[in-house]
Nanobody
Framework: QVQLVESRGGLVQAGGSLRLSCAAS????????MGWYRQAPGKQRELVAA???????DYADSVKGRFTISRDNAKNTVYLQMNSLKPEDTAVYYC??????????????WGQGTQVTVSS
C-alpha cells in the first residue's frame, strides 16, 4: 500500500503566499516524477508543476515565476510554494507521484486533494 498525504490548504488574500506539502509512505521502492495538479469548479484538472527524481522542473505558464516545486527525497515529500497568489489560483490541489513499489510495480498515486481559496 502506498499513500500520499497532503497538508491542509487554506484561505489567503490575493498577493499572499501558501506552501503545500505532500508526503508519500508505504511500500515504496522508488519515487519517480512528482507533481501538483489543480481543479477549479467546472474545469478539468490541470498540471501546475512537476519535478523529476533528478530535480528537473516544469511549470504551467500561468504559475511560472510565482510557484516553486521542490522535493525532499529523504522524506519522500514534495512541496509547492505559492507566492503572489491570485483569485484564479483558487482550486482543489492534488499531489501526484509515480511510484515503484517494493513489488517492482509502477503506478501513479494521488493525494486526497486540498482546497486553496484566494480572495480578492
Amino acid at each position: 500500500q502506498v499513500q500520499l498525504v497532503e497538508s491542509r490548504g487554506g484561505l489567503v488574500q490575493a498577493g499572499g503566499s501558501l506552501r503545500l506539502s505532500c508526503a508519500a509512505s508505504g511500500n515504496i521502492f522508488r519515487i519517480n516524477d512528482m507533481g501538483w495538479y489543480r481543479q477549479a469548479p467546472g474545469k478539468q484538472r490541470e498540471l501546475v508543476a512537476a519535478i523529476t527524481s533528478g530535480g528537473g522542473t516544469d511549470y504551467a505558464d500561468s504559475v511560472k515565476g510565482r510557484f516553486t516545486i521542490s522535493r525532499d527525497n529523504a522524506k519522500n515529500t514534495v512541496y509547492l510554494q505559492m507566492n503572489s497568489l491570485k483569485p484564479e489560483d483558487t482550486a482543489v490541489y492534488y499531489c501526484n507521484a509515480r511510484i515503484t513499489t517494493t513489488r517492482i510495480l509502477t503506478s501513479d498515486y494521488w493525494g486526497q486533494g486540498t482546497q486553496v481559496t484566494v480572495s480578492s
